[in-house]
Every structure is written in C-alpha cells, then in structure tokens.
C-alpha cells in the first residue's frame, strides 16, 4: 500500500515557506524503495518524479599495497622463523670451539688458550674477541642475545639472532615480498673468512630452509594463505563497525589504510 508523507519544512527560525513537498511511498521492496515526490512551489506549480532509493552495504576499498602485505608478510617472517629454528644440521668441531670462544668474551670471561684468537688473526680482523662478540650479538636494532656457545650446534642458530630477526615487507612496485635478515649476519664484518666462504656457508643454510631454497612453497603454506584471505582490498561493514568507523575518524581524523587496520582489529 502506498503511504504519503508530509516534507514541508518546519524551522520556526525560518520564514514561513510557500513550497510544499510530498512523497508517496509507492512500493518497498526491502533495499530499494520506489517513491513518487511531488514539489508544488509558491506560484502554484507542481512537479512529480519518480525515485528509486537504494539502501547499500557501506563497503571500505583498501588500495593500499603495504596495508594490505602486512599480514602476508608476518606470516612469511614466521615461517622462515620456525623453519629457521627447526634445522636440524649440526656445525663443524671447530665452528663450535668458535661458538664457544664468543661466548665467553661476550660474558666478559677468558677463553681457554686453544680457542683464544692469536695476535696475527686479531690483527687481521682489526678487531679483538670482546669487539667481535658484541658486533655479532649486541649491533644492529635487534635486542641483544647472549650466544650459545658450545652448546649450541645446529646450523644458523647459535644467538637465535638470524632466526628471529626476519624482515618481511610487501613490496607493491615490484609485485614481490622483500626479506631482510640481520644485517650483521651475512657480513664479512662478522665472518672470520674469506668472501667464498661466506658464500659457500650461504649457499648451505638457504640448503636447509625449505622457504629460502623455494619460495614457492610459501605460497602453499597454511599460513600464508589464511593471511591472505583475511587481507581483502574490499570489506563490507556491519553497521556497528561502520558507525565505529565514522566516530573514530572524525575525532582523530586518521587516514583510510588506518581505519581498515582498525576494521581489522575489529574482526570485520
């Protein structure tokens, strides 16, 4: 049944108006309402049209590339953590003695003879057993972590450093993800060798990391992919979380990449 109602303005600030306004609802059909609005003016005019209004789902798009890597991109940081932390390889006898001598000089303790630096090999390095220690597991961003030493004998964990130290950015020019690990890691700075033999021990952890030997497999990875499917670029709002939406802005005036992040943190 059609319904009519009354839209003359009723502002008692207002001079009174001659324009007279009716809308007759002619059918409702849930989320578009079809109406007839009928504005007659002072002269005695009338015009009649027809309406369709369209009640929407308010939708948030997100374009917004680093946005939207940020949970893809913990999810790679955290495989490569747990792949890194879970290799099985065991080091050398005398990557353990090494092990052992930066442990002590990071405790500020000495270090049996035999696996003291001599003079010619700190000479060469420029740098003495306490100096090394500290580069190697207190420079950088990285909280500082004390090594392991000689207990510690898989490959690429002795700190634990490297393994929780993964960088991960989405990286939308490229259309790839950018992994950074400690920059002290993977430095001559640090190594006590030469260039090949930093290269050949890269070559041989990237061996042991399944992530890193194929990135391919990231893509296949439970995590990875539940990450992705939470980071749509559109998302519908419910219509508390979008009145949510509307109040938070407006009082802080924050940006639309933080407003979906604050969707998220909703469980939209």
């Known amino acids: 049944m059609a319904t009519q109602q009354d839209r003359t303005p009723l502002l008692p600030l207002t001079p009174p108006s001659q324009v007279h306004q009716t809308t007759?609802?002619?059918?409702?059909?849930?989320?578009?309402?079809?109406?007839?609005?009928?504005?007659?003016?002072?002269?005695?005019?009338?015009?009649?049209?027809?309406?369709?209004?369209?009640?929407?789902?308010?939708?948030?798009?997100?374009?917004?590339?680093?946005?939207?890597?940020?949970?893809?991109?913990?999810?790679?940081?955290?495989?490569l953590e747990d792949q890194s932390l879970n290799i099985t390889a065991t080091v050398t006898p005398a990557t353990s003695l090494f092990r052992e001598r930066m442990k002590r000089a990071y405790l500020g303790q000495t270090a049996p003879s035999k696996t003291r630096l001599s003079r010619g090999a700190q000479v060469a390095i420029k740098r003495s057993d306490a100096d090394l220690a500290r580069e190697r597991y207190a420079a950088g961003r990285m909280t500082p972590r004390v090594p392991g030493g000689k207990g510690a004998v898989r490959v690429g964990i002795d700190s634990g450093r490297l393994a929780r130290g993964w960088f991960v950015r989405q990286n939308p020019k490229e259309g790839a993800w950018t992994i950074?690990?400690?920059?002290?890691?993977?430095?001559?700075?640090?190594?006590?060798?030469?260039?090949?033999?930093?290269?050949?021990?890269?070559?041989?952890?990237?061996?042991?990391?399944?992530?890193?030997?194929?990135?391919?497999?990231?893509?296949?990875?439970?995590?990875?992919?539940?990450?992705?499917?939470?980071s749509p670029p559109v998302v519908k709002l419910t219509r508390s979380n979008w009145q949510v939406l509307k109040d938070w802005a407006k009082?802080?005036?924050?940006?639309?990449?933080?407003?979906?992040?604050?969707?998220?943190?909703l469980g939209v």
């Not at 049209?49 to 939708?59: E, Q």
């Not at 993977?186 to 194929?214: E, H, K, N």
């Not at 009082?251 to 943190?265: D, E, I, P, V, Y």
């Open 24 to 79: 007759v609802v002619l059918c409702d059909y849930g989320g578009t309402v079809l109406s007839q609005r009928s504005r007659t003016a002072g002269s005695g005019r009338t015009s009649v049209r027809m309406t369709l209004d369209i009640k929407a789902t308010p939708l948030l798009a997100n374009l917004n590339g680093v946005e939207l890597g940020r949970g893809p991109s913990e999810a790679i940081r955290a495989i």
């Open 180 to 230: 950074n690990s400690p920059a002290n890691r993977f430095s001559l700075d640090t190594w006590l060798g030469d260039a090949a033999s930093l290269q050949a021990w890269i070559t041989r952890f990237v061996s042991l990391v399944p992530a890193l030997r194929d990135p391919r497999t990231i893509l296949t990875d439970r995590r990875f992919q539940d990450a992705l499917a939470k």
């Open 251 to 265: 009082s802080t005036g924050q940006s639309a990449a933080q407003a979906s992040a604050l969707l998220r943190n």
